[in-house]
C-alpha cells in the first residue's frame, strides 16, 4: 500500500529542495564536513532516540549501492548496513554534555508508552536517493502512522513536563546512508552517480516496532533501552 498522495507531495518538495542544495553545496565547494570522522573515537557526542532499526530490512542491493558511491568518492564515511536507522523522533539531540537519569529515563519511556498506544504498524517506501549538503540520504514515503506517533511524543512531552531536545521538526522518513568525511574531490562525478540511483529500490518495510536507544551521532555505538511493539 502506497502513502497517501498528501504525504507524497510534501514530501517530494521537501526531498527536492533537500536535493537542491545538496548539488549547490558540492558544486560552490561548501558541503558540510562531518566533525571528528577523522578520528571518531575523540567523538564524545550522544544522544537518545526513538528509531526503526534498518539492519537486514532494505534491499540486498544497499551494499552494491555503497560501494559504487565509494568507487566514486572513497574518501567519504559510508553507514554499514548494521547501522542504518530512520529517526522517528531525537528526543535529546547527540551532544558531549548528554546526560541521563533514571527519573528522566523513566518519563521517556512512559512519554512513548503513550504516545504509540494505539497505533497500528505501518508501512515505509524507501525509494531513490538524494543529496544534502551533508549526506547522502535513500527517501522514505510513509503513512499517517509514524506522523501520528511523533505528534503524540510532542504532545505526550508537554504533559510529562519533559523538555524534548528536536534538532528540527522533521516530516522526513529519511536513510542517511553516507556523510562527508572530506571535501567532495570528484563532484560531478558523484552527482552523475547519485542521479544514477534516482529511483533505486530500496524496499518496503513494515514498521511494527520501534527502539528507543541512546547512540552516537552515526548510531555505530547504540545502547537499546527499549523495544515498543506496535498493534497489529
Request: with cysteine; aromatic share 10%; proline share 3%.
Amino acid at each position: 500500500m502506497m502513502p497517501n498522495p498528501l504525504n507524497i507531495k510534501d514530501l517530494e518538495i521537501l526531498y527536492t529542495q533537500i536535493h537542491s542544495e545538496g548539488i549547490k553545496a558540492l558544486r560552490s565547494g561548501t558541503e558540510a564536513i562531518a566533525p571528528y570522522l577523522q578520528q571518531q573515537s575523540d567523538d564524545q557526542r550522544r544522544g537518545m532516540a526513538l528509531i526503526v532499526n534498518l539492519d537486514g530490512l532494505i534491499s540486498k542491493g544497499y551494499n552494491l549501492l555503497v560501494n559504487d558511491l565509494k568507487a566514486v568518492e572513497p574518501g567519504q564515511y559510508y553507514y554499514p548496513q548494521t547501522d542504518i536507522h530512520m529517526t522517528v523522533l531525537d528526543l535529546i539531540s547527540a551532544s558531549p554534555q548528554f546526560s541521563m537519569n533514571e527519573i528522566m529515563l523513566n518519563k521517556v519511556i512512559e512519554i512513548i508508552h503513550s504516545a504509540v498506544n494505539h497505533v497500528a504498524a505501518f508501512e515505509i517506501e524507501f525509494h531513490g536517493i538524494i543529496l544534502s549538503n551533508g549526506a547522502i540520504l535513500i527517501k522514505g514515503y510513509y503513512h499517517e502512522g509514524l506522523s501520528e506517533i511523533r505528534n503524540n511524543i510532542r504532545r505526550f512531552a508537554i504533559q510529562y513536563g519533559f523538555d524534548l531536545k528536536e534538532r528540527y521538526q522533521s516530516i522526513s522518513a529519511h536513510v542517511t546512508i553516507a556523510r562527508f568525511k572530506a571535501q567532495v574531490e570528484n563532484c560531478e562525478g558523484f552527482i552523475q552517480k547519485i542521479e544514477d540511483y534516482r529511483d533505486f529500490q530500496a524496499g518496503v518495510v513494515r514498521v511494527n516496532q520501534m527502539e528507543l536507544v541512546i547512540h552516537d551521532w552515526y548510531n555505530s555505538q547504540k545502547n537499546e533501552i527499549q523495544k515498543f511493539i506496535l498493534k497489529k
